[in-house]
């Protein structure tokens, strides 16, 4: 960062970081991908998203799981090839 770039806040370093995870979580629907939640491997069957207060919220709902996880408890699973 150069003297005169504006430094990001907290909030929108946050921001960011809260979308990247959100674009992981939608290429790996589009590419079945598997998921991992406490440990076990899923797929998502369904990402929603939608206005929270002054924020975007993500539900992630995972096949066989009829309520929604945390979309931050949800990571890639490894690839094995």
Do not use: W
């Not at 945390?70 to 090839?81: F, G, I, R, W």
């Amino acid at each position: 960062m150069g003297a005169n770039e504006p430094r990001q806040s907290l909030s929108e370093i946050a921001r960011a970081e809260a979308f990247k995870h959100d674009q992981m979580l939608l290429r790996a629907v589009h590419n079945c991908q598997r998921v991992l939640y406490q440990g076990k491997y899923n797929h998502i069957h369904v990402l929603r998203t939608g206005p929270a207060g002054g924020a975007i919220e993500t539900e992630v709902y995972l096949t066989g799981r009829p309520e929604p996880v945390p979309a931050s408890e949800v990571t890639l699973a490894p690839d094995v090839s």
